[in-house]
């Protein structure tokens, strides 16, 4: 019996540990590369997600994110919602007067990758119809994720694999070693492109 794989990628990750490790990875090439590290027989058709966080004025993304879906992948595009500095002020609250840290609040944005790159793991490991899926390569080194990969894993009964960028500088390594124990394999794209 041939085994189904689904491939999952939180394309932040992707492109930003790729861009760190100078190793940009094309999602398109990604079942290429990540099947044949797969043990036993499977079927070659396999379905890829790639979720990402999108800024809708950057057409350059737009253009990249329609070439992806046109190769086959399903594309899950969330808008990016950035929050500014609000402490307005350039006096106040800069600096620990003790240790001297930076104690401004710093503009964040927020991406919703991980928790969608969750729930849609999790709904693909109860899913049935049309087949179920035996093998999830999940496509991100963040350790947010362990329990997901716990559920689908150890109650769910399937293998998990993550893939990542694992590097001996702790600077760019994105592939947490926390997931080590936690899964069935490890893929370092450092060590196969």
Not at 51 to 62: A, E, I
Not at 69 to 89: A, E, F, M, R
Not at 136 to 146: E, H, M, N, R, T
Not at 170 to 180: M, P, V
Request: glycine letters at 6%; hydrophobic letters at 35%; a positive charge.
């Amino acid at each position: 019996m041939l085994k189904n794989v689904v491939i999952i990628v939180d394309g932040t990750n992707l492109f930003l540990s790729g861009k760190r490790n100078g190793n940009m990875i094309w999602p398109p090439d990604l079942p290429s590369i990540l099947l044949p590290h797969v043990d036993g027989d499977i079927n070659p058709v396999c379905k890829t997600h790639y979720f990402t966080s999108v800024d809708r004025n950057n057409k350059g993304q737009q253009k990249a994110l329609n070439k992806i879906s046109k190769s086959g992948i399903i594309v899950h595009d969330y808008d990016l919602k950035y929050y500014p500095d609000l402490n307005q002020c350039s006096h106040c609250n800069d600096k620990c007067h003790i240790c001297g840290r930076n104690l401004r609040k710093k503009p964040h944005k927020e991406k919703m990758i991980d928790i969608a790159v969750a729930t849609k793991a999790i709904e693909i490991a109860y899913q049935t119809n049309p087949c179920p899926y035996d093998t999830f390569i999940i496509v991100s080194g963040d350790k947010d994720l362990i329990p997901t990969i716990r559920l689908v894993r150890q109650k769910l009964g399937k293998e998990v694999i993550v893939a990542g960028f694992r590097h001996d500088d702790h600077e760019t390594n994105s592939l947490a070693y926390e997931l080590d124990k936690e899964v069935d394999k490890v893929i370092n794209f450092n060590e196969i492109k």
